[in-house]
C-alpha cells in the first residue's frame, strides 16, 4: 500500500516559523524525487520545492526561494518543508508528491499526500 502522510500545518503569524513533514511508505518509498505543492482557495496547484533523494539536490518554486528549506531524512523516508518568514499569501493546503523520475510538471508525480492546511494570520 501507498501512502504519503503529511503533518505539521497550522495557524501561525506573519513572520512565523513551521515546518511540515511527510513520511512516505510502500512503493513511495522508492521514489526518485519527493516535492511539495501548495493550493489556496481558487487558485491552480503551485509548485513548493523538490529534493532529488538520492543526492539531495533541491530545487524552489520563486515565490518561496530563501524562506522555505527541503530537506529528507533517508532512514526514517521523511521529507521535510522548513518554511521561515511566512507571509499571508503562503496560506494553502499544502500537498507532498513522490516521483518515480524527475520531473517536469505536477502530473508527473505518482503519489500525493492527503494535504494539510497552512493559515498564516494575525
Known amino acids: 500500500q501507498v501512502q504519503l502522510v503529511e503533518s505539521g500545518g497550522g495557524l501561525v503569524q506573519p513572520g512565523g516559523s513551521l515546518r511540515l513533514s511527510c513520511a512516505s511508505s510502500?512503493?513511495?518509498?522508492?521514489?526518485?524525487?519527493m516535492g511539495w505543492f501548495r493550493q489556496a482557495p481558487g487558485k491552480e496547484r503551485e509548485f513548493v520545492a523538490r529534493?532529488?533523494?538520492?543526492?539531495?539536490?533541491?530545487r524552489y518554486g520563486d515565490s518561496v526561494k530563501g524562506r522555505f528549506t527541503i530537506s529528507r531524512d533517508t532512514a526514517k523516508n521523511t521529507v521535510y518543508l522548513q518554511m521561515n518568514n511566512l507571509k499571508p499569501e503562503d496560506t494553502a493546503v499544502y500537498y507532498c508528491?513522490?516521483?518515480?523520475?524527475?520531473?517536469?510538471?505536477?502530473?508527473?508525480?505518482?503519489?500525493w499526500g492527503q494535504g494539510t492546511q497552512v493559515t498564516v494570520s494575525s
Open positions: 508528491a513522490a516521483a518515480s523520475r524527475i520531473p517536469d510538471a505536477a502530473t508527473d508525480y505518482d503519489y
Open positions: 510502500g512503493r513511495a518509498s522508492s521514489s526518485a524525487v
Open positions: 529534493i532529488i533523494w538520492n543526492a539531495g539536490i533541491t
